[in-house]
Every structure is written in structure tokens, then in C-alpha cells.
């Protein structure tokens, strides 16, 4: 964004703590200094992120709206721990500020990469997208039910390369941590309906690593047909399949036909790709 773009940035932040708003309004300062735009536009709220609307932090979001821009981060977790159903309550909330977005506007919403947290996002997912008052853009290309939460040991994170800060590699050296990589769940919500690529049957989010087995490569991968185990053999390995070997977490990749043998009237659970079918990384993550 130019300077003179960024003039125009207005930004509301919110939260329970004064502290942590306190914070913020440094950080902010210290990133405009550090881009050299002017430092202005940063409004700071304290407010109870249960029910957004109401005091005067409801009063703060109706006036600065609509946004181009809401960010929900590593906060809806720690929303209403003790309710019967969390992720339904959290869904009440991300839909109390879905009328808020300017119409080519985005909700982004970021958790951590845990099993349970994330698990959790994806049943408020569900409540959320039942209602029809947004679709997703990123990273699910479908709003159908999510398959990682029909088994209990399944859950969908994504996974980042990154340069770490010297203050969190200061902090890595002390405790003995090493973050080469960002992990964390995330969604991208819009009400006007546009998603990240053309969704089709053929096409595909890559929601695992590529494991390198004995004789051939796997992953498992998400569209609206389920998330099925996808793996070529090493001996189908072709011009056509060659995006295989470089599939990762994350990557969107189309797939001209995925073939499930067939032996004794059982279906083989792992679909296969086999040396004439093409396939292609159209985004990578």
C-alpha cells in the first residue's frame, strides 16, 4: 500500500484488556514509523468480546463500520468456556458482525494450529455456514459439513515457512524452542460469495504433508466430495503427474481422475493416480 494510500487506513482494535491494547497502540506506532505512514487512524477499545455489540464497544463498531477488513485472532477460543455448546455461541458472535463487512470485504478469522481449538473452529464453521449468511472464501473450497471432524483424531491446520524475528528467536534460544515455521488454523469469510479459485470436483486443498512411503507418495486432500487419501506409485510417476511430487499443506491442485481399485467387491480406500492423468498445482499454498 503507498503512502498515500495509507493515509486513509483506519483501524479499530478491540479487547478485554487494557494491557493488551496498550500494546497494540505501540506496535502500531512502532509499524507506521517503520513503513512511514502517518501514524494515525488507531482507535483502541476495551469491550467483552462475548457480545460485541453491546456498551460502547458496540457503539465503536457501528460507527468506524463497514470494514474492508475484520480480524478475529487467537481470541474465539477463549470465548464462552463454560456454554453448553461453544461453537455455537461463537458463531452467534461471527454472525453479529458479518452485516459490518464493506461488500468486497473479508472476516479472517485465526486460531491456533491444536487439535482441539481448531476442531472447535470447524464445529462454529458448521453452525456459522448453516445459516447461509457468508460463504467461505480460504481455505475450504465447499460449504458443506467438514469432513476432519467425522473422525475424532482429524483436524485441518496450515503450516508456514517464515523468518523469525529476532525477539522470538531470542526467545526460541532461551527455552529451547525452534519455530522455523508458522502453524495455525485459520478461516476467510465474505458474504459476496467470491471464493479463492473456481471450485470443482476435480479440485482439491492439499490438507497434509507428502508422505513418502515405500513405492509411492500420498497426501490427504479436501474438496466437496470429502477428504479422501490420494497416492501415486512410483511406477506411475509421469510427465503428466509430475506436480504430485511437488504437492505440500495448503496447495490447491486439480486432478483429471482419481481411480479406487477394486479387489474381492472391496473398494480400496486410497484413490489412485495413475500415469495418464494430469494433474496440476493451480495455487500453491
Known amino acids: 500500500r503507498s503512502p498515500e494510500r495509507a493515509k486513509s487506513i483506519s483501524v479499530l482494535a478491540a479487547d478485554a484488556s487494557h494491557a493488551s491494547l496498550q500494546d497494540a497502540k505501540r506496535l502500531w506506532e512502532a509499524y507506521c514509523s517503520e513503513v512511514g505512514i502517518p501514524n494515525a487512524g ?22 468506524g463500520g463497514p470494514y474492508d477488513l475484520i480480524i478475529i485472532a487467537n481470541c474465539l477460543n477463549e470465548l464462552f468456556p463454560t456454554a453448553g455448546d461453544p461453537p455455537v455461541e461463537r458463531a452467534a458472535v461471527v454472525a453479529q458482525l458479518l452485516p459490518f463487512l464493506a461488500p468486497p470485504g473479508t472476516l479472517m478469522i485465526v486460531e491456533p494450529a491444536l487439535r482441539q481449538t481448531a476442531r472447535a473452529l470447524h464445529q462454529m464453521r458448521n453452525h456459522l455456514l448453516k445459516q447461509g449468511l457468508c460463504t467461505v472464501y480460504s481455505p475450504c473450497l465447499h460449504e458443506a459439513a467438514c469432513p476432519a471432524l467425522d473422525h475424532p483424531d482429524d483436524w485441518c491446520h496450515e503450516e508456514r515457512p517464515w523468518q523469525t524475528p529476532p525477539a522470538i528467536a531470542a526467545l526460541d534460544q532461551e527455552v529451547g524452542f525452534i519455530k522455523d515455521a508458522l502453524k495455525f488454523s485459520y478461516l476467510l469469510l465474505r458474504t459476496d460469495g467470491r471464493t479463492i479459485v473456481t471450485r470443482s470436483p476435480q479440485t482439491f486443498r492439499v490438507v497434509s504433508e507428502l508422505r513418502e512411503l515405500k513405492g509411492e507418495k500420498r497426501a490427504w486432500l479436501c474438496n466437496e466430495t470429502g477428504r479422501p487419501e490420494v497416492g501415486r506409485l512410483d511406477r506411475k510417476a509421469s510427465p503428466h503427474n509430475a506436480a504430485v511430487d511437488s504437492w505440500h499443506r495448503g496447495a490447491i491442485v486439480q486432478i483429471e481422475r482419481i481411480v479406487r481399485k477394486e479387489r474381492e467387491g472391496k473398494v480400496s480406500p486410497v484413490g489412485r493416480i495413475e500415469s495418464d492423468v494430469a494433474v496440476q498445482i493451480i495455487r500453491p499454498a
Open 42 to 63: 488507531l482507535r483502541c477499545v476495551e469491550g467483552n468480546l462475548e457480545h460485541p455489540l453491546k456498551g460502547d464497544l458496540g457503539k465503536q463498531i457501528v460507527r
